[in-house]
Nanobody, 125 residues
Framework: QVQLGESGGGLVQPGGSLRLSCAAS????????MAWYRQAPGKQREFVAH???????NYADSAKGRFALSRDNAKNTVYLQMNSLKPEDTAVYYC???????????????????WGRGTQVTVSS
């Protein structure tokens, strides 16, 4: 009943920028914290940034000063603006949503820990 869909990934040169989007879909009443994680080849998935429903943000040290997270609650969408990209930013980027209140077949329900399928970001010259 709740799905996340990421978009905006691609190939970019070092120093370039990309803007990732993640939209939550379903019959949604509210969406809590939304976050981005990433997973590089051969590495564990790691936290990138999150934003609460109230707009408070938190960033991994690797993202501070270069990435900016924003959200549009009316669209249940979060945006990750990534600037000054480095080759080490190359990874599959995943969106996550928590505390999603939605209308299910048995009425209102609250779910946690929803993940998208990811979008590939490649930083290379």
């Amino acid at each position: 009943q709740v799905q996340l869909g990421e978009s905006g990934g691609g190939l970019v040169q070092p120093g370039g920028s990309l803007r990732l989007s993640c939209a939550a879909s379903g019959i949604l009443l509210s969406v809590g914290t939304m976050a981005w994680y990433r997973q590089a080849p051969g590495k564990q998935r790691e936290f990138v940034a999150h934003i609460t429903s109230g707009g408070d943000t938190n960033y991994a040290d690797s993202a501070k000063g270069r990435f900016a997270l924003s959200r549009d609650n009316a669209k249940n969408t979060v945006y990750l603006q990534m600037n000054s990209l480095k080759p080490e930013d190359t990874a599959v980027y995943y969106c996550k949503a928590d505390q999603v209140l939605y209308q299910g077949p048995r009425g209102t329900a609250r779910g946690y820990d929803y993940w998208g399928r990811g979008t590939q970001v490649t930083v290379s010259s």
